[in-house]
Every structure is written in structure tokens, then in C-alpha cells.
């Protein structure tokens, strides 16, 4: 059937592709993006309170018991 070359180039490509699927999949679950980070305050008609935005008048009913 096989000689011992073709056997050999098999069983190395064969290795050769599993090692890069792992690889890839290894590398899937890094993330290389950088996070924008918003400040927490007013921008233009909304707040942001580090979790969501609140549009004014939602954020002053909501506060408007606080001080």
C-alpha cells in the first residue's frame, strides 16, 4: 500500500493541520481590541452613569429624589 515516505508526509500533515486547528481555536477567545472608554457625566442630552445612557428627562425623575 503505503511506503514508509508517504506514510510519514501523511501522518506529518495530518499532525501539522490538528496542530494549527487548535491554535486557531486557542486564539479565538483573545480579544486585541481596545475598549473606548466613556467618562461618566453629560454628553449633549444623555447621562452616563458607567452602565447605561438616560435621556434627561428620565434621569432627572429617577434623581429627583436624591438631593
Avoid: C
Wanted: net charge positive; glycine share 10%.
Amino acid at each position: 500500500m503505503f511506503d514508509k515516505t508517504k506514510k510519514s508526509l501523511l501522518i506529518a500533515s495530518v499532525a501539522a493541520s490538528l496542530g494549527m486547528g487548535l491554535v486557531n481555536v486557542a486564539s479565538a477567545n483573545v480579544h486585541h481590541g481596545h475598549h473606548h472608554a466613556v467618562k461618566v457625566g453629560w454628553h449633549g442630552d444623555r447621562y452616563w452613569d458607567g452602565h447605561r445612557y438616560w435621556q434627561r428627562a428620565e434621569w432627572e425623575r429617577h434623581h429627583m429624589h436624591h438631593g
